[in-house]
């Protein structure tokens, strides 16, 4: 009954772990207002959220746009008047070698997974401590606790929402505002297929390891426990979820095996 009626706004519901969040969240009986680019494919989930027992509301929305994001924020206010929870989901990955990558591109993948999800947060913030509280939850990665092949630019964005979301943490306290940082390894969506390449472009492919990974409603189940139970960070995977052990623990073991990953 914890979701029931309950405000969930989660961004990248168009595809992937927020659609599968979105579904999810709307079988428990939470309105859920989905948001990222594809008008259509937000369609898409809102149906799904539909026949899983619970309507959906579409708010478009670019994370790469902070007049977008304030536009979205102001009509929410104005629409639902408080937002219990808040899912930073919506982001983009990389395969490409850091010395070919321009800075560019590092820029873009920054604006979409860091900029865009501290801007919507501090945009949501005096909604909800106005209403007495809610939760934000921010979909960081295994790789924003190490450094990976090709990901220079992602892990470094990921890595930036950990600093900015355990000082939201420190700093929020008496608001009631609770969060939780989630560390997905690999979970089969088309992550992949839309990381950006060195020339800005879709990476275009499902990795192997990529179509090996997680189950995504399983993925999303996890996330929705852990946020109930009021987690502070968790890690959701598989095996691959044991590096972030090895990185802390024995250091020159990680990079052993980290040097000797065939990028892809
Ligand atoms: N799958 C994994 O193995 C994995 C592992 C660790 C972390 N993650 C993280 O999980 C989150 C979801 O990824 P996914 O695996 O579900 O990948 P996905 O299927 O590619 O979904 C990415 C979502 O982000 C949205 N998005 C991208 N750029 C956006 C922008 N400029 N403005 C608004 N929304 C934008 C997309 O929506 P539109 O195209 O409609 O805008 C889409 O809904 C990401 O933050 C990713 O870094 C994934």
Known sequence: MEYKDKIVWITGASSGIGEALSVAFASKGARVILSGRNEKELERVKARCREAGREGFICPLDLTSAESIHKAVNVLAEQF???????????????SLLIDTPVDIDRRIMEVNYFGAITLTKAILPLMVKGGGGHITVIS?????????????????????????????????????????????????????????????????????????????????????????RKREVYIGKIDIILIYIRKWWPWLFFRIAGNVKPT
């Open 81 to 95: 008047g408080r937002i219990d929870y808040l899912v930073n989901n919506g982001g983009i990955s990389q395969r």
């Open 141 to 229: 990665s295994v790789v924003g606790k190490y450094g990976f092949p090709m990901r220079s630019a992602y892990s470094a964005s990921k890595h930036a929402l950990h600093g900015f979301f355990d000082t939201l943490r420190t700093d929020i306290t008496p608001s009631n505002i609770r969060v939780t940082i989630v560390c997905p390894g690999l979970i089969r969506t088309n992550v992949s297929i839309n990381a950006l390449e060195s020339d800005g472009r879709p990476h275009g492919v499902m990795d192997p390891r990529q179509d090996k990974g997680m189950d995504v409603d399983v993925c999303a189940s996890r996330i929705i426990r852990a946020v109930g139970r």
